[in-house]
């Protein structure tokens, strides 16, 4: 059983950034691939960027791509979501995701453990 729980969302105006974290307990961490998503007001949660337990294969929607990165820092059983050029389309709730597998998946029924989300809101 993994637990994640994710932490730094909050406003910011158009234009600016935030660094989402994730934090997982258990000691199997460096053996998963991560994800993020997201769920915004009345709309279905989607991908947005995954990540694997190496740090060799990295996924991007196209809607983040060149904005957002994802990292992971194995010793602290963290994953990370650095938001750089926001805008007021990336307001939502984000959830940090874990799939105990090498193997990198971007849909939601691949993952099997989730946190609770932090929001993220985009002013224009």
């Known amino acids: 059983q993994v637990q994640l729980v994710e932490s730094g969302g909050g406003s910011v105006q158009a234009g600016g950034s935030l660094r989402l974290s994730c934090a997982a307990s258990?000691?199997?961490?460096?053996?998963?691939?991560m994800g993020w998503f997201r769920q915004a007001p009345g709309k279905e949660r989607e991908f947005v960027a995954a990540?694997?337990?190496?740090?060799?294969?990295?996924y991007y929607a196209d809607s983040v791509k060149g904005r957002f990165t994802i990292s992971r820092d194995n010793a602290k059983n963290t994953v990370y979501l650095q938001m750089n050029s926001l805008k007021p389309e990336d307001t939502a709730v984000y959830y940090c995701?874990?799939?105990?597998?090498?193997?990198?998946?971007?849909?939601?029924?691949?993952?099997?453990?989730w946190g609770q989300g932090t929001q993220v809101t985009v002013s224009s």
């Open positions: 995701a874990a799939r105990p597998s090498m193997i990198v998946v971007t849909t939601r029924a691949g993952y099997a453990y």
């Open positions: 258990g000691r199997t961490f460096s053996t998963y691939a």
């Open positions: 990540i694997s337990e190496s740090v060799s294969r990295i």
